[in-house]
């Protein structure tokens, strides 16, 4: 082989090495878990996926599943690859209500993105309820069976400095009644997403419809309502029951839904996941009224469930949606779920002659002494 040839295959080696190393594509087959079929959950996941397909040929299943437990089995013990969640993966990383018995605990999951979602108190026009505070002493309509909206009530109401000893709390059997009790006079006010379909009805009776404004700049405000749920954060809305067009409402917002993995799932996988996601956001963004909140400069910042998965904040950096605030915000996020997940490491084998009642008991008692030390830090 003479000077001239090995020169050129020398050369050729050196620039292949010089390039950057290919993406992982997307597999061939996923399967993800969602909310029910006719829930917003199901229809995002859904519109995603046939971009998915459209775009990189992936054919995705989904497994739909009306509880917070029926989504998270298959992604926890590997029969799904992403899961769109709400609340409950909140929920299980703090090892709170449906996860705090002895099956359960703390789990490691991590965000990819996820939708902002509005949340409020919202009052009946005629119920005095100018804002939060005016909320002392009103019928507030609960949800039974359902924390998801009742603990972001709680938090709304501190950003007012309530409790629910300042209020009347009223409990309804279902999501449905609950958030129809104001047009009937049965409540005054009731916590949910501002584009609910009994809103409308509310906006049009006699009765009409009215939001408090949760002032961004209101520092207490937020402080306390983070502190009781660090996944809620600022949101300006414009759509909403009775809202003029061109009006919009200063609100909170938490993440629905939000995609979330495994926190073991290989930082290249996500990659490709969340890239996919950013690159298709064109074939599935008119899929619903709110598919837009997709775009990444809105899914892909703090605050969410849980943390992001190192896969995903390495594409938010490379497209410059990743801050500082995020970074420091998903720090103090990890921080919160280690020390919980250690805790129940160490909980666990000394309360295993509970009863279930006794046990959750004692696991609340133990994980509230958590998370006041590490908001005191």
Known sequence: MTHKYLGAILGSAMAIAALPSVAQELPKTMIWSSYDVGSAGYAEASAIADAFGKQFGTRIRIQPSGSSIGRLQPLLKGRADYAFLATEAFFLSDGVHDFAIPDWGPGELRAIAGRPAGFDLIAAGDAGIENVEDARGK????????????????????????????????????????????????????????????????????????????????????????????????????????????????????????????????????YAFIKALDESYDLYKNGTATMERWALEKSGHSPVDVPFHEGAIRYLKEKGIWTEEDAAWNKKRAERLDALVAAWAEFKPLHVDLSEDDYVKAWMEKQREVVASLILQ
């Open 139 to 270: 019928r507030i309509a609960f949800v039974a069976g359902n924390p998801s909206i009742n603990v972001k009530c709680e938090a709304v109401l501190a950003f007012g400095g309530l409790t629910l000893d300042d209020v009347e709390v009223i409990t309804f059997p279902t999501y449905a009644s609950a958030m129809s009790s104001m047009t009937r006079n049965e409540s005054d006010a009731t916590c949910t997403s501002p584009t609910t379909s009994q809103l409308y009805e509310l906006a049009e009776s006699p009765r009409g419809i009215h939001y408090p404004r949760l002032d961004p700049d209101n520092k207490a405000g937020w402080e306390s309502m983070q502190k009781m749920l660090p996944i809620m954060g600022p949101s300006e809305e414009d759509v909403a029951a009775g809202l003029k067009e061109g009006d919009t409402i200063q609100m909170a917002a938490y993440r629905y839904p939000i995609i979330a993995t495994t926190k073991d799932k290989s930082a290249d996988e996500v």
